[in-house]
């Protein structure tokens, strides 16, 4: 399987700060790779597809970049509603795999 | 809006089989190219793909299942199901239904998830 790896595990930042996750496939994927933020208690819910695509009604301030291996998630002014676990995931194969996630926190 | 809810018992013995629903509201399971998905989430593992099923017929499995999964479509309630034999501690996890649409979104809507436990 094509694993997805994730840094960090978790970070802590302030509120207004860029916030950068890495997201590393271990083949090349292309841009076969999705965004999912997790709040405690919550599903996954789709922020971003197709790399940088991002889903309807998903604040601006959510991004994402890349291609082949290698996949930037980025949150350009944290705010106190984005603490949360955030996932990378795979779709350019079966079996569909997602990355270890990101915990955010406030600092 | 398209809503899923998952459903099922809560507590399994191990080695028998583990049995969910997922109901699908605000829209027809057979109305478009969508698959249909079971994710399930552990501390230990993380997010792990079950399996999905597809609307023209087709299944698709996660090999770690050692082919375990059964997932399954009843059109006339507009539900799938998600049956996995055999099951042991590991298997505790939350499930999750979740919709995919072919060639465009993998995993848009999910339900809100269901905690099943494995024990004696």
């Known amino acids: 399987d094509i694993q997805l790896t994730q840094s960090p595990s978790s970070l802590s930042a302030s509120v207004g700060d860029r916030v950068t996750i890495t997201c590393q496939a271990s083949?090349?994927?292309?841009?076969?790779l999705n965004w999912f933020q997790q709040k405690p208690g919550k599903a996954p819910k789709l922020l971003i597809h197709?790399?940088?695509n991002l889903e309807t009604g998903v604040p601006s301030r959510f991004s994402g970049s890349g291609s082949g291996t290698v996949f930037i998630f980025t949150i350009s002014s944290l705010q106190p509603e984005d603490v949360a676990t955030y996932y990378c995931q795979r779709y350019d194969s079966l079996p569909l795999t997602f990355g270890g996630g990101t915990k955010v926190h406030i600092k | 809006q398209v809503q899923l809810q998952e459903s099922g018992p809560g507590l399994v013995k191990p080695s028998q089989t583990l049995s969910l629903t997922c109901t699908v509201s605000g829209g027809s399971i057979s109305g478009g190219s969508y698959y249909w998905n079971w994710i399930r989430q552990t501390p230990g593992k993380g997010l792990e793909w079950i399996g999905r099923f597809y609307i023209r017929g087709s299944t698709d499995y996660n090999p770690s299942l050692n082919g375990r999964v059964t997932i399954s479509l009843d059109t006339s309630n507009n539900q799938f199901s998600l049956k996995l034999i055999s099951v042991t501690a590991a298997d505790t996890a939350v499930y999750y239904c979740a919709r995919t649409v072919q060639g465009l979104r993998e995993f848009d809507y999910w339900g809100p998830g269901i905690l099943v436990t494995v024990s004696s």
């Open positions: 197709a790399t940088s």
């Open positions: 083949q090349d994927i292309s841009r076969y």
